[in-house]
């Protein structure tokens, strides 16, 4: 099997702010400060390809990633972002756009990353984000999330993880129906 890399991805309702990192350690420290809506893997990277760099701005804390030397390089010598190096790596073949999109409404968090075009649709129609265009490209060899989350004593079943990006429907009712006791021995694998 092709070995990858897992990008993490949690959620903060109240200020609609989404963090992903493909760091293990960083996911946990997250959800210790309150980062409650772990959704799991959003997407797997290669272990080679393009580059795609991860900066960070102290002044807001935030992330920012990107495979364009340029704005790395730009941002990094007039502005608060630091380059931090090597985030991921991107697919060179054009597999699965990860897009990018902005929210000027937003100090930190600004910025959201996410394969699911349904997810850009309504962000960039109802929300107020705007749509900056695909930023690198993740694996499409993906295989299903061995995370052991649960919320509520319910299995996170993560759509994408499980090669269905547009299965957060299926994926949410068979929750519901496992928390409401209806289905015990179900599962999207």
Known sequence: MLELIAA???????????????????????????????????WYSPTSGDV?????????DDHLYTRNWNEVSYLNNNTDW???G????????????????????????????????????????QRGW?????????????????????LLNVRNYNQYALGAPSGCEGASLLQALQYKGTVTNWGLA
């Open 8 to 42: 993490f991805r949690g959620y903060v309702v109240d200020i609609i702010r989404a963090a992903t990192t493909s760091y293990a350690n960083e996911r946990d420290q997250l959800k210790l400060r309150g980062w409650g809506n772990y959704e799991g893997i959003a």
């Open 52 to 60: 795609v760099y991860r900066l960070y701005n102290p002044t807001v």
């Open 82 to 84: 630091n380059n931090e």
């Open 86 to 125: 090597v985030a991921f790596y991107s697919e060179s073949n054009s597999s699965l756009p990860v897009c990018r999109l902005y929210n000027p409404s937003l100090r930190s968090g600004s910025h959201l990353y996410t394969i699911n075009p349904n997810e850009v649709a309504v962000l960039t129609s």
């Open 130 to 150: 705007n749509y900056e265009g695909i930023s690198w490209y993740a694996s499409s060899q993906g295989t299903q999330n061995n995370d052991n989350y649960n």
